[in-house]
């Protein structure tokens, strides 16, 4: 059974840092490029960021450049996003995704507010 089991999010000040990580199991995780996608109340689904199979290469919303980051590890079939300097409207439904297989997680709340 393919599943993207993600842990992390909650609730941050502004200003401040969380971490996400997305864990992959019932499919060869490593062969897969690898997504975060986030939505907003109200608001469609957007990508966040992407990184390739080796994690040699990513990309970012213009929003998030220069605050988040994606990494990988293989080793432990997980996708991780750092994120700091978090705004207010960074405030979402936080989702894993591999955009090749459409596998998505279940989604994780993450609300930037003082």
């Known amino acids: 059974q393919v599943r993207l089991v993600q842990s992390g999010g909650g609730l941050v000040q502004p200003g401040g840092s969380l971490r996400l990580s997305c864990t992959g199991s019932?499919?060869?995780?490593?062969?897969?490029?690898m997504s975060w996608y986030r939505q907003a109340p109200g608001k469609e689904r957007e990508l966040v960021a992407g990184i390739s199979i080796t994690g040699g290469s990513t990309n970012y919303a213009d929003s998030v450049k220069g605050r988040f980051t994606i990494s990988r590890d293989n080793a432990k079939n997980t996708v991780y996003l750092q994120m700091n300097s978090l705004k207010s409207e960074d405030t979402a439904v936080y989702y894993c995704?591999?955009?090749?297989?459409?596998?998505w997680g279940q989604g994780t709340q993450v609300t930037v507010s003082s």
């Open positions: 019932g499919f060869t995780f490593s062969i897969y490029r």
């Open positions: 995704n591999t955009p090749t297989a459409g596998y």
